[in-house]
């Protein structure tokens, strides 16, 4: 699974920004799909994330506290692009925006959980 992020930039505090994660590869294969953000001198931090794939959750989202309501996650239903609306953007906002996709084999012997990560997005908003 190959993940690209776009859609980051500079942007004033108050306005508004829509980043992009476009999958391929086995994209057939995610179950999950999410933002990230790493602030500078801080770890990295859940955003957002969407099921996807076969799920009987399909669609089912999931927001850190802090964007409740300012940010929404959503998908094309081809389920392999990724969106992160942004808006009411403060500068505590400012961080590299990851894009994250799971997949989750399950076998005889259990399940196992993969990770796959985007190169990252710039989003700085300006006081």
């Known amino acids: 699974v190959q993940l690209v992020e776009s859609g980051g930039g500079l942007v004033r505090a108050g306005g508004s920004l829509t980043l992009s994660c476009a999958a391929s590869?086995?994209?057939?294969?995610?179950?999950?799909m999410g933002w990230f953000r790493q602030a500078r001198g801080q770890q990295r931090e859940l955003v957002a994330t969407?099921?996807?794939?076969?799920?009987?959750?399909?669609?089912?989202?999931n927001y850190a506290d802090f964007v409740k309501g300012r940010f929404t996650i959503s998908r094309d239903n081809a389920g392999n692009t990724v969106y992160l609306r942004m808006n009411s953007l403060t500068p505590e906002d400012t961080a590299v925006y990851y894009c994250?996709?799971?997949?989750?084999?399950?076998?005889?012997?259990?399940?196992?959980?993969?990770?796959?990560w985007g190169q990252g997005t710039q989003v700085t908003v300006s006081s």
């Open positions: 994250n996709a799971v997949v989750i084999v399950t076998t005889i012997e259990g399940s196992r959980e993969f990770n796959y």
């Open positions: 969407i099921t996807t794939g076969d799920s009987t959750n399909y669609g089912t989202t």
């Open positions: 590869g086995r994209v057939i294969d995610i179950n999950v």
